[in-house]
């Protein structure tokens, strides 16, 4: 059977754990302004209005098939699980991320970072903005990786010092509508894959939110698709989930 470490090299940044909540909120007021136009388009300015998400990953790589299904509540920190343990057998548990250290080996050795990994996945954007102990720079027009064109490189890197893999590189390839349209992740670590190229499609709005659910592309040459299903939140004072379309 697929254990979860068989993920590792689709986990990022730890440092993000922490700044989910404070980015939440409007305590921080400090942000990456170069990453802020695009955190815009995909409705950060609404995120406090969103009482829970709901999303289901689902990544398709050699030797790798899986989905698991998620809900975040970001201003509690509540999150649920609904996927599968290491051997196979049906998991459904709900933690406090930020107790996470507190919970069982499951949840905090394998749980709790698919959801950062899956959660980083889902709403980049606003972490390219949030993220303030990243270094954010503009490099102006750039080739697209994939295909012909070319596009906005907006290129996110974190310290090499601190997270589950320092040093990650996270290059996003902006259009003309503020929108990524590919992206190059580089693994700051060992572990592998170190290089996934991928594209950002299918683009759906779950209430004010803007998510791209579509990435297909490559992670060390091989082919990788990874897309989200069920993407819906929840808005202030609503118990009605809104489906993204």
């Given at each position: 059977?697929?254990?979860?470490?068989?993920?590792?090299?689709?986990r990022?940044?730890?440092?993000?754990?922490?700044?989910?909540?404070?980015?939440?909120?409007?305590?921080?007021?400090?942000?990456?302004?170069?990453?802020?136009p695009?955190a815009k388009?995909?409705?950060?300015?609404?995120f406090?209005?969103i009482?829970?998400?709901?999303?289901t990953?689902?990544?398709?790589f050699?030797?790798v098939?899986?989905?698991?299904?998620?809900?975040?509540?970001?201003?509690?920190?509540?999150v649920?699980?609904?996927?599968?343990?290491?051997?196979?057998?049906?998991?459904?548990?709900?933690?406090?991320?930020?107790?996470?250290?507190?919970q069982?080996?499951?949840v905090?050795?394998?749980?709790d970072?698919?959801?950062v990994?899956?959660?980083?996945?889902l709403?980049?954007?606003?972490?390219?903005?949030?993220?303030?102990?990243?270094?954010?720079?503009?490099?102006g027009?750039q080739?697209?990786?994939?295909?012909?064109?070319?596009?906005?490189?907006?290129?996110?890197?974190?310290p090499?010092?601190?997270g589950?893999?320092?040093?990650?590189?996270?290059?996003?390839y902006?259009?003309n509508?503020?929108?990524?349209?590919?992206?190059i992740?580089r693994?700051?670590g060992?572990?592998?894959?170190?290089?996934?190229?991928?594209?950002?499609a299918?683009y759906?709005?779950?209430?004010?939110?803007?998510?791209?659910?579509?990435h297909?592309?490559t992670?060390?040459?091989?082919?990788?698709?990874?897309?989200?299903?069920?993407?819906?939140?929840k808005?202030?004072?609503?118990?009605?989930?809104?489906?993204a379309?």
């Amino acid at each position: 059977m697929r254990t979860f470490s068989r993920l590792d090299g689709f986990r990022v940044f730890a440092l993000a754990m922490p700044l989910l909540i404070v980015a939440a909120s409007s305590c921080s007021p400090k942000r990456n302004s170069v990453a802020e136009p695009i955190a815009k388009e995909y409705g950060v300015d609404s995120f406090g209005q969103i009482d829970a998400i709901r999303y289901t990953f689902n990544l398709q790589f050699p030797g790798v098939n899986l989905s698991r299904s998620w809900i975040w509540e970001p201003k509690t920190g509540q999150v649920s699980y609904d996927g599968k343990d290491k051997d196979g057998n049906p998991v459904k548990v709900t933690y406090s991320h930020s107790q996470a250290s507190t919970q069982s080996d499951m949840v905090k050795n394998a749980i709790d970072p698919a959801f950062v990994n899956d959660q980083y996945w889902l709403i980049y954007p606003f972490h390219a903005y949030w993220d303030t102990g990243a270094n954010v720079q503009d490099k102006g027009m750039q080739p697209l990786p994939l295909g012909g064109g070319s596009a906005q490189l907006l290129s996110v890197k974190y310290p090499s010092d601190i997270g589950y893999t320092p040093g990650d590189t996270w290059d996003l390839y902006i259009g003309n509508d503020k929108r990524v349209e590919q992206f190059i992740y580089r693994r700051g670590g060992p572990k592998k894959p170190s290089v996934v190229i991928a594209t950002w499609a299918g683009y759906k709005k779950a209430g004010p939110l803007l998510v791209a659910t579509d990435h297909r592309g490559t992670a060390d040459g091989h082919p990788l698709t990874l897309t989200f299903t069920d993407v819906a939140v929840k808005v202030n004072g609503s118990n009605d989930w809104t489906n993204a379309q």
